[in-house]
């Protein structure tokens, strides 16, 4: 038999939902890959593509023959962070390296500096607020080199966004998905800071629409220098998803 306090608990729960709130702000956590992380709106929620990019990042690493011995100087830098979950699990599951994450947001770097702290994380991780369009000289200065940059940022084309469905367009933080006329804003400075962030044969891994590989290529052509790209890899339904780009090394 329920107590009235937990019967108007799960009343209150449902009447959140009932609003269309997604349910990861309505119980106020969420799994992502092996760790737990803390929901809070209007913060991005992770989907489930974003589990397979970190998948990617780590079965890289590994066919790219990286030593345990070399993690101990392994870094990465995370551009649009949200909630910490790409960050997060990448140090839950490469236990010697470490990262830097940013977001414009401050609600999101509130966020992931908590769900650091709760994971035991937050020695590893430097968490900054930053808007990577504006602020390019000071990434430049503070977040460089790295040998992987990882990032799914905001990609939607903006004519997209009226489409969304009402969990999204709502609660999430439209500054977070809207990328632009062609969903492209941030990636193209990402393709533009990148070749000055990394180290040599240092890699980037976004996370885009399918329409955004064959824009990326075609960037990369027209006016990116010192990067390549490597490979598109499709999503569990089968649609271009991910893009692994590499800096040229000198010579």
């Known amino acids: 038999m329920l107590s009235q306090a937990q019967l108007d608990r799960i009343w209150k729960l449902c009447h959140k939902r009932l609003t269309r709130m997604p349910v990861q702000y309505v119980i106020e956590e969420w799994d992502f890959r ?3 992380l803390k929901m809070k709106p209007p913060v991005f ?12 990042i780590l079965a ?3 066919d790219c023959g990286i030593a345990s011995e070399d993690m101990d100087t392994l870094s990465f830098l995370e551009v649009g962070c949200g909630s910490g979950a790409i ?6 599951s490469l236990t010697q390296v470490r990262g ?8 999101a770097v509130a ?4 769900n650091a702290l709760s994971l035991g994380l ?4 430097k968490v900054s607020q930053v808007d990577v369009m504006r602020d390019a000289d000071w990434l430049l200065r503070t977040c460089s080199p790295v040998e992987v940059l990882v990032s799914n940022p905001p990609y939607l084309f903006t004519e997209d966004l009226d489409s969304l469905e009402p969990e999204v367009k709502r609660f999430e933080d439209h500054a977070a998905l809207d990328g632009g006329e062609e969903g492209m804003c941030v990636i193209d400075q990402i393709l533009a800071l990148a070749p000055r962030l990394l180290t040599d044969n240092g890699r980037v891994y976004l996370e885009v629409d399918p329409r955004h590989p064959d824009l990326i290529q075609t960037r990369l052509k027209e006016k990116v220098m010192g990067l390549k790209y ?9 649609r271009p998803r991910f893009c692994i780009l590499q800096r040229r090394g000198a010579g």
């Not at 830097?100 to 609600?107: I, T």
């Not at 966020?111 to 908590?114: A, D, G, K, W």
């Not at 937050?122 to 991780?125: G, W």
């Open 34 to 36: 092996d760790i737990t």
């Open 45 to 56: 929620i992770p989907r489930p593509e974003t589990e397979e990019l970190v998948g990617l």
């Open 60 to 62: 890289d690493l590994k």
């Open 87 to 92: 960050s997060l699990s990448l140090l839950h």
């Open 100 to 107: 830097m994450a940013l977001d414009q947001s401050a609600e």
């Open 111 to 114: 966020l992931t500096r908590e």
């Open 122 to 125: 937050h020695d590893r991780l």
């Open 230 to 238: 490597v490979k598109t890899q499709n999503d569990f339904t089968n």
